[in-house]
């Protein structure tokens, strides 16, 4: 493990600590989260299919099993069909 110092504001400090104490973690843990936290919404993700939700089925579950089922079915260069 490698140790990363940083230099930050006094008030910055103070509410990092206060965090840290009511989430009953240490500050070193919470700052780790943090990190974290930041580093997943750079990593880029990829990309959905911009046409989802455009339509009506009737079925309350397609859509959240959407990403699923074209994967399945899907080529992103040729579009998709339900026959194979």
């Not at 910055?12 to 600590?17: D, L, P, R, T, Y």
């Not at 500050?27 to 989260?33: G, S």
């Not at 009737?58 to 099993?65: E, F, W």
């Given at each position: 493990m490698t140790t990363i110092t940083i230099?930050?504001?006094?008030?910055?400090?103070?509410?990092?600590?206060?965090?840290?104490?009511?989430?009953?973690m240490t500050?070193?843990?919470?700052?780790?989260?943090a990190l974290l936290?930041?580093?997943?919404l750079q990593i880029p993700r990829s990309k959905k299919y911009s046409f989802i939700g455009i339509g009506h089925s009737?079925?309350?579950?397609?859509?959240?099993?959407v990403e699923t089922t074209l994967k399945k079915?899907?080529?992103r260069r040729e579009g998709w069909s339900l026959s194979e």
């Open positions: 230099h930050a504001e006094e008030e910055i400090v103070k509410a990092v600590k206060q965090i840290a104490k009511n989430k009953l500050t070193e843990a919470l700052v780790k989260e936290n930041y580093l997943q009737g079925k309350g579950h397609i859509s959240t099993q079915a899907a080529n």
